[in-house]
């Protein structure tokens, strides 16, 4: 169906903030999956890189600490190369898990790269019948971008197994904090962020379906059967360990394809730059200049510096669900909408 995004005018009028506007091409209605409660079973997971037992016992403990049940996948420990297992199992056991009616949640274990080997093996249809929370974030972009595109179904882009600290009682609190965002996402708050304000911040206020991840994951799915609509969307992006020049390739990909022209707002999450090897071979843009320069003929507002990405502040995100936007010059709001 249609969606027409409702922004009030004598609201944004009084906050002095621009209005806008957009009209988002047909998709499937956002459908949020059950909230966990205690007593739950929440499977863990490795449909990328290869995990330890040892790894992700501090993420099982904490999880279980919550009230939940965890179990753990067949992958877990397994390797093949640098995946969790070969391609084969590791679809198998996703998918096992996706189809076990007593797992309400399947976290991913690590990211890596991976998931885009085996998402076409998947059968996603069980999902649609009974939709589950699935998380992770990274190489999982794979998957919140085909899921959203293909079933409508909410998603978890978030820390993964490990990321948990070893001793909770010696973490810092900001990685408690964005731990704890995902057991606040999965058994039913909902969710409301905060980021300081940027000077190159374009300000503004939108409402519109949330999706993106991983900057160099959606260049690299684009195209394909797990690309991802984007007009009238609030578009997310983060990345680690990329070139200057390469972050500008993306973004040119990005705009050259369309998913720049009609959203509704953009989300610049972290990104670790990777210097240049030579001073000479230095690009001569930094992050914001090589977003806002795609951005010169754009309406919509735009933030920097969000809590998301491959960082310690990273918070989880409910990809697929409507949010609202604020961006003001005294700092910007992302909140999911009831």
Known sequence: MKRKDFIGNGLLLGLGLPLVSSSPEPELPGKQPPFLKPGDTIAITSPAGFVTLEEVIPAVRQMESWG??????????????????????????????LKDPTVSAIMCARGGYGFVRIIDRIDFGHLRRHPKWLIGFSDITVLHNHVNRHYGIATLHSKMCNSFPTD??????????????????????????????????????????????????????????????????????????????SIDRMFWNLKRSGKLEHLAALVVGGFKVKPAEKPEEEFGKNLVEIVLEKMEDCSYPVCFDFPVGHQKNNFALKCGLRHQLQVTEIGTTLREIK
């Open 68 to 97: 939940l049940n965890v179990r753990l996948g067949s992958t877990i420990g397994k390797k093949d190369g640098t995946f969790g297992g070969t391609d084969e199992e590791r679809a198998a056991d996703f998918e096992v898990l």
């Open 168 to 245: 909770w009682n010696a973490a810092e609190p900001i990685q408690m904090e964005t731990i704890l965002s995902i057991k606040r996402a999965i058994m039913g708050e909902h969710l409301l962020y905060t980021a300081p304000a940027h000077p190159q911040n374009k300000q503004g206020r939108a409402e519109g379906v949330l999706v993106g991840g991983n900057l160099r994951i959606l260049e690299n799915l684009a195209g394909s059967a797990s690309d991802i609509h984007t007009r009238g969307k609030i578009l997310f992006v983060e990345d680690t360990g990329e070139y200057l020049y």
